[in-house]
């Protein structure tokens, strides 16, 4: 392996990292509505389970509405028994085949909470990042105890490593604090 594999390697899973941070929170709820926020909620279909967007189309009404129009009319239980079910704590609200979902206001200790966890995904994707610098540095010492690399190219390459480490780690504060303001902002 060598040294720009080591490096492009580290620096697309970091990448992965923070793509998987950015759809955790994407799916942590502010007070406003949009429409992905109902993305990870599957509905049982024919025997098989799948996102509610192949089922029905999904659009919002106003910035605290969700419309959620179901294609096939007896879809419009299931689909409403889903987003009900949801972690999301949503009350759905059936008329015919079309589903209103009103996304209630959140209160103070809500926001809190749900601060609570934003700061928890954030932190366990500056985990991820750090042990893939950590696997990128055991790499490079496997490489220098097999005499592919010189202990020059280790050091300068684990610098490399460690200014991509804080580049993410960065961007991952960025991500966690924007979404903090987010929530808090009533």
């Given at each position: 392996m060598s040294l720009s594999e080591v490096r492009k390697s580290t620096e697309s899973r970091m990448v992965k990292s923070l793509e998987t941070l950015k759809v955790a929170l994407s799916k942590i709820r502010t007070g406003r509505a949009h429409a992905g926020i109902l993305d990870h909620i599957m509905v049982e279909y024919y025997g098989?389970?799948?996102?509610?967007?192949?089922?029905?189309?999904?659009?919002?009404?106003?910035?605290?509405?969700?419309?959620?129009?179901?294609?096939?009319?007896?879809?419009?239980?299931?689909?409403?028994?889903?987003?009900?079910?949801?972690?999301?704590?949503?009350?759905?609200?059936?008329?015919?085949?079309?589903?209103?979902?009103?996304?209630?206001?959140?209160?103070?200790?809500?926001?809190?909470?749900?601060?609570?966890?934003?700061?928890?995904?954030?932190?366990?994707?500056?985990?991820?990042?750090?042990n893939l610098r950590r696997d990128a540095n055991d790499t490079l010492k496997k490489l220098v105890k097999e005499k592919e690399i010189s202990e020059d190219d280790e050091r300068r390459m684990q610098d490399e490593v460690q200014k991509l480490t804080d580049k993410h780690v960065i961007e991952i504060d960025k991500l966690v604090a924007q979404k903090e303001a987010e929530i808090m902002t009533v």
């Open positions: 098989s389970p799948v996102p509610i967007s192949q089922v029905a189309n999904v659009n919002l009404v106003d910035a605290r509405t969700i419309n959620v129009q179901v294609w096939e009319k007896n879809m419009a239980g299931p689909v409403e028994k889903a987003i009900r079910d949801s972690d999301l704590g949503l009350n759905p609200i059936s008329m015919g085949d079309s589903i209103r979902v009103p996304m209630p206001a959140l209160t103070e200790e809500r926001r809190r909470d749900l601060a609570k966890v934003v700061r928890t995904e954030g932190e366990d994707s500056k985990i991820a990042v750090r």
